[in-house]
């Protein structure tokens, strides 16, 4: 199934690679993460799209998928999954 990560998605992914290289000061290590992240959530909603639980409460027909504190808000359609936000609560 397709998976397609929002606009919004992606701004918090930037947003995230910033706070990391501040906290680590290494491109490596942000670069690291973020290849990390994604892979776990492409890899983990391509063989389970169910496996996060539902969520309507932050938004009709979403599922919430955990990845190291971060929160994962998405949303399957009959053709694609949609990633709609990544946050995690104590940064945003």
Do not use: C
Request: charged content about 25%; aromatic content about 14%.
């Amino acid at each position: 199934m397709k998976i397609d990560f929002s606009q919004k998605a992606y701004q918090r992914l930037e947003e995230l690679a910033e706070y990391i290289y501040q906290q680590s000061g290494s491109k490596k290590t942000t670069v690291s993460y973020i290849k990390k992240l994604r892979q776990y959530i492409t890899q983990t909603l391509n063989h389970f799209p169910q496996a996060g639980r539902p969520s309507a409460e932050l938004a009709p027909n979403t599922r919430k998928l955990v990845y190291q504190g971060f929160s994962i808000i998405y949303r399957i359609s009959d053709e694609s999954i949609e990633v709609l936000t990544i946050y995690r609560e104590n940064l945003y």
